[in-house]
């Protein structure tokens, strides 16, 4: 039986500052992340990097010495009270989710993040001097050859071969690219023209050289072979997914991450198609992301040829033939999984009969309905820098500016929903533990990461609590013990620890 | 395209589980615009500087 796909989404958010002179995007980004820390939050916790060895189970009294100088060394970082991380990252503004259990609740977050944006944003263009802005993009490139990340994670069993993981989720990375790509103007691969591609499906798959390996800044990887947990390392592998695009559709950061934790669950379980390996996989993810009019077909190790909705058919079919025998309680339950389910049945159908019926739920093909009108009216070529500007602008998340947010894109959220999320941790994961406690008792906590919090009682020693169980620590398990304890202190008498 | 017909479509559920279909994107028709209205509105916000816009758009890579 398959581990329960606990996920996240982690992105990198393109930042420009307008007027600024010699533009420097780490101090931007320091700014954006600054800007909410002292204007939104009632205090700044840091990050706390010893992290980086989860196998490393600290319980009890423990000596804390190396973390302030570690800390030190590292660029703004912040954890909020929704369980999220807010941080600079080489020169984005970062903002991971917290652990989610399902695609609905995640997708919840991920719009919070966007929100938490641009509250941000706002903020720090009211500290700004006249004239001088901070813009904020949610895309992966910068049409100059400059990619950015929107990564997704997976809570996979450490039990399954990898080698199987590898062989059994790139075909499907390869292949839902048509569901879920942003879509991007020309190409940034090297040696292609607008002439040649002039529309593509994804804003990442010109970045990719690799088919498995450990970068992700350079030679990226379609499977990437990152290792870190933040749990349990003996149980859990937690599958880091950098061939994605940022949507700015719900629609599909919902199907997403809702049809890839199936994928993955069905890997778990043995159960995924076998027979889809692509012959060439870095060459053919391009090939996908350029056929916009979804033609061509691929040849298979095995001497066969499909095409991406060929082999998401048979993804699809496998996950139903999975669901009978599994249900869907590893993806959150019947309603969700359904719910995933029937939507995958229906983008596939759309993308092969009538792919335009998908304009207001999938990026690329809103903004290809969108550019050629533009094209039209203004008759332009697709290498025009006006084609370009509106190819920006579809991911600018100011609000009088941004153009994804004013074409009746579908919604998964509700607004209460995302305001609720901005403050407050999804009650099903460990985040639940790290937000309140967050929240409640700011000023005895030291710092926080993924599996742990390191609490300042006064006298005592610096104690870190783990969590490296993704699922305890819920609202289940703790709330009532967190609304009882008065203080930190108390909590950690009760804990144990 | 021989292969792809040969792949049989499995058919939906959705018979089964309309009742559970959860809010998810069930707003969305109330917000779809005629393509004239949107372009419209599209050139009232778009950057005047275009050109410039973009050339000074310059990311650092990352992850």
Known sequence: ?497 | MAEREQRRRPSSRSDESDAEEIDAANTGEELKAELDDLLDEIDGVLESNAEEFVKNYVQKGGE
């Open chain 1, 1 to 497: 039986m398959a581990v329960h796909k606990v996920l996240g989404i982690e992105t990198e958010f393109g930042i420009l500052h307008r007027n600024d002179g010699e533009s420097n995007p780490v101090a931007a980004s320091s700014m954006i992340i600054n800007a909410y820390v002292n204007g939104f939050l009632e205090r700044r916790i840091g990050w706390d990097f010893e992290d980086e060895h989860p196998g490393v189970d600290a319980r009890g009294f423990n000596e804390f010495d190396a973390l302030a100088p570690e800390i030190e060394t590292h660029l703004v970082n912040a954890v909020l009270t929704n369980g999220a991380r807010y941080y600079v990252d080489h020169a984005h503004p970062e903002l991971s989710t917290p652990e989610c259990t399902d695609a609905k609740q995640c997708t919840i977050y991920d719009r919070a993040a966007e929100e938490i944006l641009i509250r941000s944003m706002e903020k720090a263009n009211e500290l700004l001097p006249d004239g001088e802005e901070l813009v904020i993009h949610k895309n992966n490139s910068d049409g100059k050859g400059n990619s950015y990340g929107c990564h997704e994670n997976y809570l996979v069993d450490r039990a399954v071969p990898f080698g199987r993981i590898v062989q059994q989720i790139m075909p499907f990375f390869i292949s839902r690219q048509i569901f879920c790509g942003a879509g991007k103007i020309g190409s940034e691969a090297p040696g292609l023209t607008h002439a040649e591609v002039p529309f593509q499906i994804t804003q990442r798959a010109d970045f990719f050289e690799e088919e498995v390996g450990l970068e992700t800044t350079l030679k990226r990887p379609i499977v990437n072979t990152r290792d870190e947990p933040h749990a349990d390392s003996k149980k859990y592998r937690r599958l880091h997914v950098i061939v994605g695009d940022a949507n700015m559709s719900e629609v599909q950061t919902y199907l997403k991450l809702g049809t890839t934790a199936i994928v993955l669950a069905m890997i778990d379980d043995d159960m995924a198609p076998n027979d889809c390996a692509f012959e060439t996989p870095v060459k053919t993810l391009r090939e996908v992301s350029y056929d916009i009019d979804l033609e061509m077909s691929h040849r298979l190790l095995n001497g066969q040829r499909a095409s991406a909705l060929d082999v998401l058919w048979a993804y699809y079919a496998a996950a139903q033939l999975w669901s009978d025998r599994y249900g869907f309680e590893v993806v959150g339950g019947d309603d969700i999984g359904n719910d995933i389910l029937r939507q995958w049945h229906d983008v596939l159908s759309a993308l092969e009969s009538d792919p335009d019926s998908l304009t207001d739920s999938i990026d690329w093909i809103a903004k290809r309905r969108l550019y050629k009108g533009f094209q039209e009216r203004h008759d332009l070529e697709w290498s025009d820098p006006r084609m370009a500007a509106l190819d920006l602008q579809y991911h600018d998340l100011r609000p009088d500016k941004g153009l994804a947010r004013r074409i009746g894109l579908a919604r998964v959220s509700t607004d209460e929903q995302v305001n609720n999320a901005i403050g407050s941790p999804p009650p099903t994961t460990r985040a639940y533990f790290r937000g309140r406690c967050l929240e409640r008792y700011p000023d005895a906590i030291v710092a926080a990461n993924w599996d742990s919090m390191v609490f300042d009682v006064g006298s005592d020693p610096l104690r870190r609590v783990p969590m490296l169980e993704p699922l305890r620590g819920t609202e289940v398990h703790v709330a009532s013990l967190l609304d009882e304890c008065e203080d930190a202190a108390e909590l950690l008498r009760r804990l144990g620890t």
